[in-house]
């Protein structure tokens, strides 16, 4: 009998939320006083005189932590960042508690469904909605318009305004996007290029060529231990991780599962319901009764799936750009040991499609009543400048040796094409042979990249199979200039009916995958098509296509204004 794997459900906490979250309720004043004059208050880096406390929680985890205890004299509340913020802005960030995962996730939610929650608030676009129907967060409409700075205006809009629709809430902006970058969640094929080469294998062309290597690698010893105890391919327990997850290898069957895409009526339907997600699903259960998977993968999250990876244990995984900083252990153990990116392949005679999600996924909030809205705007303004601005100082204050200090701070906006465009400098300066036009980001990445050819910086490898001449990025830009890239199709944020239900379905959808590949009936997959639409998948299959109908009449006529 096959093993059935139960997801945790977190809808519960939502429904909570619906709850007990008292409408119209304010915590009160925060105790500050608003000293500033008016041409201080409208100054978008101006300090605070006398300087101003602002309460924020924080989750931490294993990799913060790894770091922190790499920089002597800093801790996660007395930092570089923290430190700027105070002697630039007057801003003295105090976390009113700090929590890892699953705790700090119970605890936020506990607090919210409370109404008592710190000055500024990282929420997801459920909770936004949720705290701005009770009446619990201030309306930043004028605080953006009147505080960001043209740079962060620009680096915040640079995808368009999808992330501030979806942060719009009946005609007002009840929180800031903390942008992100849909291109930072294309998918590569990781491959251990040794095992390749000593098993006389090429790289895979084909989808059908993937799970040749996979069988390969599972079989053929590769590890060369005289035992079967490799897998040919990392997953993880959450299906769609950004590494180790199974949307690159899905693609490859012409499906999406997590992202809206066009049907062929011109409307909008959800990739995770279509026909080709079943045929991945198949493929996959037969990789998994084959051995081809860890047998016990759908209960290790990331950081559980990798020890598999750092004890040499794993030939290939699906994962973003920055997934050599994972594997790069690897080489620690076996200096033998050689990962390469590739593209995401597709089934013989299938176009390659490589989707986006949208990545802009979390907001800051500010509570009711505070006094000092403009502070989560001009946190972003200062953060941005010190990294991406005229006076950056980026290997100080984003990247301090391959460490990501950037993290330290708490809030943490970027320019979504910025690794794109800094591997495109990079490799134009390689062609012309001239370095020094080379600044910020691009350059202290070429100069790991150079320390690690001339000298054997152990950190340099992980730069060079991402921003190299054959690296991750090479491959993005190829996916740009031969337009491979699949956007999701919808940006609108949370529709009503998502309020209450996109968590259920997205949980029955990880449940029913999960088990398929695990062994249940593939009918299974009809199943959930029955019941995703049953549950409100129908109901927001028909928001989602009146938020698009609106978005093409919007564009349709200013497209008519331009001309």
Same mark, same amino acid.
């Given at each position: ?269 959800? *990739?995770?319901?279509? !026909? =080709? $997600?079943?045929?991945? %699903?198949?493929? /996959? ?5 084959? #051995? +081809? ?75 009711? *009543?505070?006094?000092? !809205? =403009? $502070?989560?705007?001009? %946190?972003?303004? /200062? ?5 991406? #601005? +005229? ?173």
């Amino acid at each position: 009998m096959h093993k059935r794997w139960m997801y945790k459900t977190r809808w519960t906490i939502i429904i909570f939320l619906t709850v007990c979250i008292p409408t119209g309720h304010t915590q009160g004043d925060s105790g500050h006083i608003n000293n500033l004059s008016k041409d201080q208050q409208t100054s978008s880096l101006a300090a605070y005189s006398p300087p101003i406390q602002v309460s924020f929680v924080r989750e931490t985890g294993e990799d913060l932590q790894r770091m922190i205890e790499q920089l002597p004299g800093e801790t996660l509340v007395d930092n570089r960042w923290t430190r700027l913020y105070e002697q630039e802005l007057g801003i003295q960030i105090r976390y009113d508690w700090i929590a890892t995962g699953d705790v700090y996730n119970q605890k936020l939610g506990v607090s919210l469904a409370a109404g008592r929650f710190p000055d500024v608030v990282r929420v997801n676009p459920y909770q936004l909605r949720q705290l701005s129907n009770a009446n619990l967060i201030e309306d930043l409409t004028e605080v953006y318009r009147d505080f960001a700075t043209p740079l962060t205006k620009n680096i915040l809009e640079a995808e368009g305004k999808g992330a501030f629709d979806a942060a719009t809430i009946n005609g007002k902006l009840m929180a800031i996007p903390e942008s992100s970058s849909s291109i930072e969640t294309a998918q590569y094929l990781w491959i251990r290029t040794d095992w390749l080469d000593k098993l006389g294998l090429q790289a895979p062309e084909t989808i059908e060529d993937v799970l040749k290597v996979s069988e390969a690698f599972t079989s053929r010893d590769p590890d060369g231990n005289g035992e079967q105890d490799t897998y040919g391919l990392a997953l993880t327990s959450y299906l769609w991780d950004p590494v180790m997850g199974v949307s690159g290898f899905m693609a490859g069957y012409g499906a999406f599962p997590n992202i809206w895409i066009k049907d062929p009526e011109g409307g909008l339907t959800y *990739g995770g319901i279509q !026909p =080709e $997600v079943r045929k991945a %699903l198949e493929v /996959l259960q037969t990789m998994y009764l084959e #051995g +081809q998977l860890d047998p016990d993968f759908a209960y290790k999250n990331g950081s559980k799936a990798y020890r598999l990876i750092d004890q040499g244990k794993i030939g290939m995984l699906y994962g973003e750009q920055w997934t050599p900083f994972v594997v790069q252990s690897t080489r620690d153990e076996d200096p033998e040991a050689e990962w390469q990116a590739y593209p995401i392949v597709a089934e013989t005679g299938r176009n390659r499609v490589v989707p986006l999600r949208s990545n802009t996924g979390n907001y800051f909030a500010v509570r009711k *009543g505070f006094a000092h !809205p =403009e $502070v989560v705007v001009k %946190l972003m303004n /200062l953060h941005l400048d010190k990294n991406w #601005g +005229q006076n950056a100082e980026y290997e100080t204050y984003y990247n301090d040796d391959s460490r990501a200090v950037w993290m330290l701070s708490p809030v943490t906006p970027f320019p979504g094409t910025k690794n794109l465009d800094a591997y495109r400098d990079i490799r134009d300066a390689r062609t012309t042979g001239d370095f020094s036009v080379l600044e910020n980001e691009a350059l202290a990445i070429h100069k790991r990249i150079a320390a690690y050819e001339s000298e054997g910086l152990k950190s340099g490898w992980g730069w060079k199979q991402t921003y190299g001449p054959t690296g991750a990025f090479s491959i993005a830009d190829d996916y740009d200039l031969n337009g491979q890239l699949l956007y999701d199709q919808f940006t609108g944020g949370i529709t009503e009916t998502m309020v209450d239900r996109q968590i259920i379905l997205r949980d029955l959808q990880l449940e029913v995958f999960m088990n398929i590949i695990y062994g249940s009936p593939i009918e299974e997959f009809d199943q959930f098509v029955v019941d995703w639409l049953e549950l409100g998948g129908k109901e927001i299959t028909s928001e989602v296509n009146a938020w698009y109908r609106t978005q093409a009449a919007r564009d349709h006529q200013a497209f008519a204004l331009s001309y």
